[in-house]
């Protein structure tokens, strides 16, 4: 036993030195490729040299170390039991050219300050990230945007999902035409659904909202230029398309909970809240947790809505970082401040993500 924890302990250990070196190689190969100014020292030297062969000898540590860690987790270490990882090869070599060549690459034009035709124009270093964090202000308010529609996609979803899946979950006629309704607005493409509502939400004359008003007598309201009902409007039209695939999700995990629970608790006099929160809601918990982890992540990238519906604005009222790197990379043209910009992106996804894992996973129950 304590060699095995030995054993994982160096797996880690050369995991984390193989990914320090493929990233040296990387910064290395892609200097030689893309011939970029950049200032010379010995770091950057050295990498220029051995792009190539660090990056080889990384790869080969890294292959090293999952063969260590598994090595770890099963007490037969057969040629047999790598066959999986042969049969994951294909997803693997998918992930590393659409997923993780983009990752590194975009943390490389970071370090420039360059435009879509001339990428590596001019070394910036760490300059970029000081441009968006200290300089540009509208970095932080599109960030505090991005938080406060992600903070309000979470508890909506979640909670009006669970409403509508505790509604739906009875075999009734009306419930199976219900479903259809609310499942539909998930089929419809999201520049459609933000077509339909720019036209109901619209402050002209021909906006439904403001037809409805008009004819209760009250003043029609520009919804989508006024900052302090925009964000709202964006909200209202993303909780409508989506609200209907994660009613299923929980609707089906509600299903699967065997009813023997639910007469057990009936036996023993349990209400109908302590039934939902001791039993109902514990059983949906890796449903729960699986949603906070998606709408999370989906919700920090979201782009089409916000860019049909208001452009950003009022201002930057509704600018959230996917349309920030839009804008600074497509139509200013700074693909350096864009790339910076992906990069705090990513690592806040990557801190959240950790966080919801680290501080909820526990409390989740698995039957």
């Not at 200290?134 to 529609?149: E, G, M, P, Q």
């Amino acid at each position: 036993m304590p060699e095995r924890k030995t054993l994982r302990t160096c797996a880690n250990i050369v995991l984390a030195i193989s990914l320090v070196m493929i990233s040296f190689g990387f910064l290395g190969i892609k200097i030689n490729q893309t011939k970029a100014p950049v200032p010379s020292s010995f770091l950057i030297d050295l990498c220029k040299k051995v792009g190539t062969p660090i990056t080889i000898i990384g790869a080969v540590l890294l292959v090293a170390a999952i063969i260590a860690g598994n090595t770890t987790m099963q007490r037969r270490t057969k040629l047999f039991d790598y066959f999986p990882y042969l049969l994951i090869i294909p997803a693997v070599a998918f992930l590393v050219v659409f997923v993780v060549y983009p990752m590194f690459n975009v943390i490389y034009l970071s370090l420039f300050n360059g435009t879509v035709m001339n990428p590596t124009k001019s070394w910036m270093g760490i300059n970029n990230f000081k441009m968006i964090f200290v300089v540009k202000r509208d970095f932080i308010t599109s960030l505090k945007n991005t938080a406060v529609y992600t903070a309000a996609m979470v508890i909506g979803l979640i909670a009006l999902s669970l409403v509508f899946a505790l509604w739906l979950q009875k075999d009734r006629k009306i419930n199976n035409v219900a479903q259809t309704v609310f499942f539909t607005p998930h089929l419809v493409a999201s520049i459609s659904c933000a077509f339909i509502f720019q036209w109901i939400m619209s402050g002209q004359s021909y906006g439904l909202f403001n037809t409805i008003l008009r004819a209760f007598g009250f003043q029609k309201i520009d919804w989508l230029n006024n900052p302090d009902t925009a964000m709202a409007c964006i909200i209202l039209m993303n909780l409508w398309k989506n609200i209907g695939y994660h009613t299923l999700i929980i609707m089906s995990a509600l299903k699967s909970i065997p009813n023997e629970i639910y007469e057990a608790a009936e036996l023993d006099n349990a209400g109908t809240l302590r039934t939902f929160f001791k039993i109902t809601l514990p059983l949906l918990s890796p449903q729960i947790f699986f949603l906070l982890i998606t709408i999370t992540t989906g919700s920090f990238k979201v782009f089409d809505s916000i860019n049909v519906m208001t452009g950003g604005g009022p201002g930057d009222a509704t600018e959230v970082l996917a349309r920030y790197i839009y804008k600074y990379a497509f139509t200013l043209n700074k693909l350096g401040v864009a790339s910076a910009a992906g990069v705090a992106l990513m690592v806040i996804l990557i801190l959240v993500t950790l966080i919801d894992f680290k501080g909820l996973e526990k409390k989740v129950h698995y039957q």
